[in-house]
Every structure is written in C-alpha cells, then in structure tokens.
C-alpha cells in the first residue's frame, strides 16, 4: 500500500530542503519514480507539482549562469519585494496591481523578478519581486548574484515574511542583502496577516516598525502603498490649470522647489516661471504667493506664474 499523500508530500518537500540545481532535480526524479502511476486525484496532483518544480529549477539553474538580469525600470521609482520562498510575494504583488501571476503555497512558483506598476495617489510606482533568496544567494547559490544584482538597482527594498512563520527565514534573506553589501531604504511587511486570526489594528500597534498585511483587506493593502510611497523619499505635487489641478501629479524628489516643477512641466515654462500661488501642506495659507526657491511638500496643489 503506497504511503498516504499528505505525508509523502511532507517527506518530498524535507528532503528538497537546501537542495539546488542538479541534486534538486535528482530528488524530484527519485520522488516520481516512487510515486504510485495514479492519472487522477492527489498522487497525480503531487506528480504535476512534481513536473513543475524540475522545470522551476532547471530555469534557476540557467539563471545561475548569467551575471545580471535586466528589468526595464518604468514609473516614478523601482521598489523590490524580498523574502524568502514562500512568503507570500507573488500574492502581494497580484493583490497591488493589475498583473495575473502563478502563485502557489509551495516555495520557488516564481523564478524570476516579476515587474508590475500600481498606481498610489496618482503616480505610478514599479514593484519587481524577486524569487525566493535562500542561504548562500550573495554566493551565487540559486542564481542568487543575478537575483541580487536586481536588487541592487532598485530604489528601495520591501522585506516580506509571513506572519505565521518564525523569523529565521527572514533573518538569512537579511543576511544575505547585508553580505552583497546592499543598502537600501526599507520596510518590513508581515504577509498573511489574516491567517493569525488577530484584527490589523491590533497588529498595527505591535510593531512601529511593520506593516500586517492580508491580500484579503483592501485597508491593509492601502496602508501598504503609503508606506511604499514613503519609502521612495517622492513627493506628489499637483499643478493647477485653469483653477482645476491636474488629476494625475508629478512625482518630484523630497525638496524639489517651484522651479523644479516649472522645469519639469516644461523647460520654457521652468525658464519663465516667476514664482507659484501655493495651496496645501507647504502653504501657510491657501493661495499664498511664493517665490521659485520655495521648498513644495507632498500634496500641494500649485499654479505656476510666469512673467
């Protein structure tokens, strides 16, 4: 009688544990091989998974080859979703955009950096996941100089590790980001938030330094933009035509000043801007009339004034 599923599915995913490239995929052919030759129901569930994770593999292990993989940057600024495999990344970022990617509740269902766009407070921001760092990533182990090399470009870096599971797996993707000498403004996002069983208040206050996330709650999903928008150091700024500001803002680096925005609408309008009448968080008051050197804050709503 062939073992119950459930526990040969255990048993496959222990002894994959810290297994990569050529030795993975000998432990996968070795499970198929002892698999009982069912065409329906869960061993042939296990034979599919199977099936997939030697071709995941096989694509880690021709990434591991390359020095750098390139992801074309778009949006304002480029934002990493790092963790561990299994930590909910894929999930997250379907959840903050529009993209439809393969996820599953089994480690490596993405193999390579996955860009996507959501749009917070009007711009639009590119997150990148990464796949699943594992010890020895700065090393090269799992193609993980390629995976690093991604990171290393992006703007800011957004650590995900699942609420329900201990730390551990999160502090050796940290260790890993520290030993390629990677240093980036990041958060911390705790995913599967819901599978606690706790309410997002609560979990809110825990921890200063987190944000509790449920890809089923959309306010924990709008927590997450505004902490990802802070974390890209932007502001918002919106200018106004016609008594009306524009629906869609610029995003301008933290200090940009009135002349930076006139600049960035148009370089005859920066060259004949005068100053701005300001309404918002920079203004003292609504309408308050600036000069070109005045510092803007997120939010503010400006019309530019030319000579």
Same mark, same amino acid.
């Given at each position: ?10 048993v496959i995913k222990r002894h994959l544990v810290g297994k990569e ?15 009982? @030759? ?28 390359? @020095? ?148 089923? @709650? @959309? ?89």
């Amino acid at each position: 009688m062939p073992m119950p599923h459930r526990t040969q599915l255990q048993v496959i995913k222990r002894h994959l544990v810290g297994k990569e490239g050529t030795e993975r995929i000998r432990v996968l052919r070795s499970a198929l091989d002892e698999l009982p @030759d069912y065409r329906n129901g869960p061993y042939a569930d296990i034979r599919k998974w199977l099936n997939e994770q030697i071709e995941a593999t096989r694509m880690r292990t021709k990434v591991t080859h390359r @020095d750098s993989i390139a992801v074309r940057r778009e949006g304002a600024a480029q934002v990493a979703l790092v963790g561990a495999p299994n930590a909910g990344k894929s999930s997250l970022l379907q959840a903050l955009s529009s993209i439809q990617i393969r996820t599953g509740d089994y480690a490596f269902t993405t193999t390579r950096p996955v860009p996507a766009l959501t749009r917070i407070g009007g711009v639009l921001v590119q997150l990148v996941e990464i796949p699943g760092l594992i010890e020895g990533a700065h090393e090269d182990r799992g193609g993980g100089r390629a995976l690093l090399g991604v990171l290393r470009n992006a703007d800011a870096i957004v650590f995900c590790h699942a609420a329900n599971e201990p730390p551990a797996a999160l502090e050796v993707v940290r260790r890993e980001v520290a030993a390629a000498g990677i240093e980036k403004p990041a958060i911390l996002v705790r995913t599967k938030a819901d599978e606690r069983g706790e309410r997002f208040d609560v979990l809110a206050d825990e921890d200063d330094d987190s944000v509790h996330v449920s890809v089923l @709650d @959309d306010a924990s999903l709008d927590r997450l933009r505004q902490a990802i928008w802070r974390l890209t150091g932007l502001i918002r700024v919106f200018p106004e035509r016609d008594t009306r500001p524009d629906d869609e803002p610029f995003a301008l680096p933290c200090g940009a000043t009135v002349a930076d925005l006139a600049d960035r609408v148009h370089h005859d309008l920066g060259a004949r801007a005068t100053g701005a009448r300001v309404r918002g968080p920079s203004a003292r008051f609504d309408g308050q009339q600036v000069g070109r050197g005045h510092v803007l804050r997120d939010g503010d709503v400006v019309e530019i004034l030319i000579r």
